[in-house]
């Protein structure tokens, strides 16, 4: 998390990976996915099934839908979802 | 200090500020004008930036002009510093776990975060396997997209015959140019470093994929690249990485007396003692005065004083170059060729080079940007 | 200080040439000083024409360039007279036909900032002012940015920059990189029928870009181009023939991500730039404008500009 710097501009955000130097654009869904995963993970990628239950049961998100797929891949990417 | 050569009088304060940053305060605008001129020429503006910076207290003494270009260089070699990491993971992932894959020079800086590589700019990516790996590993490289450069025939010849390394690699997108040697000198070259001590003695970085020379062979290696493999041209910069690499890897009176007697194992005792000579003379090292090194004649360390400064030093190219430097340069390159290749060798690559340069050349790129 | 130095417009033509053979030629843009040594005279008169309102910076002894313009070398030079552009010895590209030495030496100059001002965030965009209140008009090319930018600038706004978009990381103000604005082919007709004001260079034809003839900065600008202006408004402006005046405005991460990957070294600078981009977005609203009348464009602006309006557009 520490190689990860955060930005929330309007209702979207914006990340910054320094390990890839990266930027990632997050629609306004995105960075409230973004911003849930990021309270629970501790300083650790959180794991996938774990995450994808939260998503799903707390927050009510279909994670089945192609946008859904690449944003979860975007946040496996900056290690804020584990593999 | 030994001569410079005649060069600009702010060649002087280039280096002052390179040894002590402290000496920013005496430095006026016009003489920083040409000190940043006289740094990016050298590749070492990103360096003098770095070592600046690390004074906080300093800065507030810099003009903000000056500290703009202070900062830019900064970027810029943080910008390449991340782009050769990117290389060497993927680089890691292309080459097969079991080959031994030693990293060279600037890349080796930083994959173990050395003082060197701090705000240096780094060029290739060097890598050295084992002769009898270097098909495998060409193989896997090829496999995964790099891909050689354009050359001809007798380019092609020259490099696998007579040179330590095979034609540069590309990965398609990449800015980065990457060699892949067997040794560290040419094969050719009268300076045949021990490869079986250079291979015995290879240094794990922790967490890493690739291997790195042993320390001392690290110093070695920079002083045999640059009095040896390289055309002696605008190389201050191998010089400061040379004085860098002592600060670091050199601690005590015995660690010095190893390094002199692996220069000798390596038969190397001649690049390291010019290296020191002109470390000690322009960088202030500290180096013990009693090494068991044998000096080389006077008459070359007379030659060497006069051609060295005025081939490494920058200078400012707002006229053309004095007729000493361009023959100083000559010579360098002359040189340069003796030192690669035997004679009869030199006069057949001399020539071919010579009929080349006779055609039109495509533009040249700018490596200095 | 600076009224007792004549503007360049005002200088004997011989002096200035001779200024110019000594490399005594300090040009402020604001955010850099370039030192220009040439001999060439089709570059001078056409120099003192679009660089009118500039001083030379006296005894300036530092500059961040140090260029040359030259005429070209061996047999070619004699078919063909041609220019050179050269920074710190080197020609970072190929001769120019002499008559299109000006144009050449903007190219040269913009390659300059572009390679070796990394210290700032170099957005590919133009920036004008009213007070120290700034807009950012990004748009790639063809959008008819240049021409929005010159008919602002003629009716009373400050120019900034035309191309390069000066933000500085640790401030987080514009600065001015105020050069010629380089219009090209339809815009020049445009800005001709705009406006009598107009100060315009040569038409340069057939270059790279078509015809290209240089709008001169006016004096304000000039005068004010080490007056830095913070990010007010970020605008995505495109010309379109006949549009009636449509704004629409911009998600902040759609704004970031297009302002960032328009600028020239976002990508080099890291996390410097993306702390710099995201601040600008957080200080400003962001908008896509559609018109085809300048004056109703520029006022419109004019009004967003205005501390209320931007405060009530942001609520």
């Given at each position: 998390m520490t190689d990860i710097a955060y930005r929330r501009l309007g209702d979207g955000g914006v990340v910054f990976d320094s390990k890839s130097w990266q930027t990632h654009i997050l629609t306004p869904a995105a960075a409230i996915i973004f911003e849930a995963l990021a309270e629970i993970n501790e300083g650790e990628p959180v794991p996938q099934a774990q995450a994808l239950d939260f998503l799903r049961d707390e927050l009510d998100v279909d994670i089945d839908t192609p946008e859904m797929k690449e944003v979860l891949r975007s946040l496996e990417e900056m290690g804020i979802l584990g593999g | 200090?030994?001569?410079?050569?005649?060069?600009?009088?702010?060649?002087?304060?280039?280096?002052?500020?390179?040894?002590?940053?402290?000496?920013?305060?005496?430095?006026?605008?016009?003489?920083?004008?040409?000190?940043?001129?006289?740094?990016?020429?050298?590749?070492?503006?990103?360096?003098?930036?770095?070592?600046?910076?690390?004074?906080?207290?300093?800065?507030?003494?810099?003009?903000?002009?000056?500290?703009?270009?202070?900062?830019?260089?900064?970027?810029?070699?943080a910008h390449r510093t991340q782009v050769l990491r990117v290389e060497l993971a993927a680089l890691a992932k292309a080459l097969p776990a079991e080959v031994p894959v030693v990293v060279l020079k600037g890349a080796a800086y930083i994959l173990q975060d050395l003082e060197s590589a701090r705000g240096r700019l780094p060029g290739d990516v060097d890598l050295m396997v084992a002769y009898d790996d270097l098909k495998r590993a060409e193989a896997a490289l090829l496999g995964a997209g790099w891909a050689a450069e354009e050359i001809n025939a007798y380019d092609q010849r020259y490099y696998r015959e007579w040179s330590h390394e095979l034609p540069p690699m590309r990965r398609?997108?990449?800015?980065?140019?990457?060699?892949?040697?067997?040794?560290?000198?040419?094969v050719t070259a009268r300076l045949k470093p021990d490869t079986a001590l250079l291979f015995t003695d290879l240094q794990v970085v922790e967490g890493k994929r690739f291997l790195v020379l042993h320390p001392q062979d690290q110093i070695l290696h920079a002083a045999v690249h640059l009095f040896q493999d390289s055309e002696l041209f605008a190389n201050l910069r191998d010089l400061v990485d040379i004085d860098s690499l002592i600060r670091t890897h050199l601690h005590s009176e015995s660690d010095w007396q190893a390094l002199a007697v692996r220069a000798a194992h390596h038969h190397l005792e001649r690049p390291l003692w010019y290296a020191l000579r002109y470390c000690r003379a322009w960088l202030a090292t500290t180096v013990p005065d009693a090494l068991p090194l044998a000096a080389p004649p006077a008459m070359a360390i007379r030659w060497m004083d006069w051609v060295f400064p005025r081939c490494t030093l920058p200078r400012i190219p707002d006229r053309p170059p004095p007729f000493s430097r361009r023959l100083a340069a000559q010579l360098g390159l002359l040189r340069h060729q003796w030192l690669r290749l035997p004679p009869a060798l030199l006069l057949r690559h001399l020539a071919h080079k010579g009929v080349q340069s006779l055609r039109p050349r495509p533009a040249v790129q700018h490596k200095a940007e | 200080m600076i009224a007792a130095n004549p503007r360049i417009r005002d200088l004997p033509p011989?002096?200035?040439?001779?200024?110019?053979?000594?490399?005594?030629?300090?040009?402020?843009?604001?955010?850099?000083?370039?030192?220009?040594?040439?001999?060439?005279?089709?570059?001078?008169?056409?120099?003192?024409?679009?660089?009118?309102?500039?001083?030379?910076?006296?005894?300036?002894?530092?500059?961040?360039?140090?260029?040359?313009?030259?005429?070209?070398?061996?047999?070619?030079a004699i078919f063909g007279p041609q220019s050179r552009f050269l920074i710190d010895g080197i020609q970072p590209f190929d001769p120019f036909p002499r008559e299109q030495a000006l144009p050449h030496f903007e190219w040269g100059v913009n390659w300059c900032f572009g390679k070796r001002f990394n210290q700032h965030v170099l957005l590919h965009s133009g920036v004008l002012a009213l007070g120290d209140r700034g807009v950012i008009m990004a748009a790639p090319p063809g959008s008819g940015k240049s021409t929005l930018t010159a008919a602002m600038m003629l009716r009373g706004f400050r120019l900034l920059s035309d191309e390069f978009g000066v933000l500085c990381p640790h401030t987080g103000q514009l600065w001015p990189m105020l050069k010629p604005v380089a219009l090209k082919n339809r815009s020049i007709d445009v800005i001709r029928a705009?406006?009598?004001?107009?100060?315009?260079?040569?038409?340069?034809?057939?270059?790279?870009?078509?015809?290209?003839?240089?709008?001169?900065?006016?004096?304000?600008?000039?005068?004010?181009?080490?007056?830095?202006?913070?990010?007010?408004?970020?605008?995505?402006?495109?010309?379109?023939?006949?549009?009636?005046?449509?704004?629409?405005?911009?998600?902040?991460?759609?704004?970031?991500?297009?302002?960032?990957?328009?600028?020239?070294?976002?990508?080099?600078?890291?996390?410097?730039?993306?702390?710099?981009?995201?601040?600008?977005?957080?200080?400003?609203?962001?908008?896509?404008?559609?018109?085809?009348?300048?004056?109703?464009?520029?006022?419109?602006?004019?009004?967003?500009?205005?501390e209320s309006t931007v405060a009530a557009a942001a609520a």
């Open positions: - | 200090m030994s001569s410079l050569g005649g060069v600009d009088p702010c060649m002087h304060g280039l280096l002052a500020l390179l040894i002590d940053p402290q000496q920013v305060r005496s430095v006026c605008l016009a003489d920083w004008d040409k000190i940043i001129r006289l740094a990016r020429q050298s590749r070492l503006l990103g360096v003098l930036s770095y070592r600046i910076q690390s004074h906080p207290e300093l800065l507030p003494q810099v003009p903000g002009c000056v500290l703009g270009h202070l900062r830019s260089a900064a970027a810029y070699s398609p997108g990449s800015s980065v140019e990457l060699d892949l040697h067997h040794t560290i000198t040419p | 011989g002096l200035l040439a001779q200024r110019f053979s000594e490399a005594s030629v300090t040009l402020d843009y604001g955010a850099a000083l370039v030192r220009v040594r040439t001999l060439l005279k089709p570059f001078v008169r056409d120099f003192q024409r679009v660089y009118g309102a500039f001083f030379l910076a006296e005894e300036a002894s530092f500059a961040d360039f140090h260029t040359e313009v030259c005429s070209g070398k061996g047999l070619r705009y406006t009598d004001q107009a100060i315009l260079g040569p038409v340069y034809g057939g270059t790279r870009k078509g015809d290209v003839v240089h709008l001169a900065p006016d004096e304000a600008s000039v005068d004010a181009r080490k007056l830095p202006a913070r990010p007010h408004l970020v605008l995505f402006p495109r010309f379109r023939e006949g549009a009636a005046l449509t704004t629409r405005r911009l998600p902040s991460e759609e704004a970031f991500a297009r302002l960032a990957f328009n600028s020239f070294n976002y990508g080099l600078l890291g996390q410097i730039s993306f702390n710099a981009v995201a601040d600008v977005i957080d200080a400003c609203s962001a908008f896509e404008l559609e018109y085809s009348r300048l004056d109703e464009a520029i006022e419109y602006l004019r009004a967003m500009l205005s």
